[in-house]
């Protein structure tokens, strides 16, 4: 921690964005499972309105919650030490257990709505919640082959490392409005007596969550956005080296006592253009946010 604390520009100030964050939205994901507790009888996988209840609950621990955590995973500095393959690992971990959460709670409010005879996908918040859900999963897809199995060439990844960035916070916005809309679009249709319009306890309550999951949604993108606070390129950039095994020709040019120093000079600047160019290759690849 320390080193890293050390290595990063505004660490306080990261430091306190990134204790809000987690504070923020643990607190959604409690306000979520009172709302559902307190005002809306609770969970269950019957049909009934209990089982549509782990729609919000499972879209704000998994979709959002989760989801945030796993874009910022690479900018916590006491993980700069840590191979990238491992970081790559937890962020793709994150984000399918993310997906998993995101796919029951699609089951469980069509399952809901078959089971009361309810129209599904007439509202735009379904509309725009389903091609969130699609373009995750093609997302998740694409960073599984990409860039977590070792096939994809590295100026393929470092082409599509941009879109990959983009389309992940886009997707991450994304559904948090869709969020804010399916609250309002429950709390219209469940309240009748007193009325959404009347302000009763409930819809402030769940006004106040709607509040908090902007409040985590913007810190998340403020931190993922800063360049400044990204995992620094020297901790992970492998070096091309002339010869297997040496670290930059230096081995290579104990044993070659024979050579000349035109030969020895050949051979650093040949190490040191391969060196650039993969740093340059590994450069493009790491202009993530996450």
């Not at 009172?34 to 499972?58: A, C, I, K, M, Q």
């Not at 916070?169 to 319009?197: C, D, H, N, Q």
């Not at 035109?262 to 202009?287: F, P, V, Y």
Request: net charge positive; glycine share 6%; proline share 5%.
């Amino acid at each position: 921690v320390v080193h890293g604390a050390r290595k990063m520009e505004d660490y306080g100030r990261f430091l306190a964005l990134l204790v809000s964050a987690l504070l923020v939205g643990f607190v959604s994901v409690v306000f979520s499972l009172v709302w559902v507790f307190h005002y809306r009888e609770g969970l269950s996988w019957d049909g009934s309105p209990r089982e549509f209840n782990w729609h919000p609950v499972l879209i704000i621990t998994g979709f959002v919650f989760i989801q945030g955590i796993a874009i910022i995973v690479y900018r916590l500095p006491w993980t700069w030490k840590c191979s990238k393959l491992l970081m790559k690992f937890i962020h793709a971990g994150l984000n399918t257990i993310a997906m998993i959460l995101a796919i029951v709670s699609m089951v469980a409010v069509f399952d809901f709505h078959n089971a009361s005879n309810i129209p599904n996908m007439y509202s735009l918040h379904s509309w725009i919640g389903l091609a969130a859900v699609i373009f995750y999963a093609l997302q998740l897809f694409l960073g599984f082959a990409v860039f977590l199995l070792p096939f994809a060439p590295i100026p393929l990844r470092a082409a599509l490392m941009p879109i990959h960035v983009y389309s992940g916070l886009t997707i991450f916005a994304t559904v948090i409005a869709t969020a804010l809309m399916g609250i309002t679009e429950k709390l219209i249709f469940s309240l009748k007596r007193p009325a959404y319009s009347a302000s009763p306890p409930e819809a402030i309550f769940v006004n106040c969550l709607g509040l908090l999951l902007v409040i985590f949604g913007a810190l998340i993108l403020w931190m993922a956005s800063r360049s400044h606070w990204k995992r620094p390129l020297e901790e992970n950039a492998k070096v091309l080296r002339p010869i297997a095994g040496t670290p930059e020709g230096t081995e290579a040019e104990s044993t070659m006592t024979d050579g000349s120093n035109a030969d020895r000079s050949d051979l650093r600047i040949s190490s040191e253009a391969a060196r650039k160019q993969n740093l340059k290759l590994d450069e493009a690849g790491q202009r993530s946010t996450m």
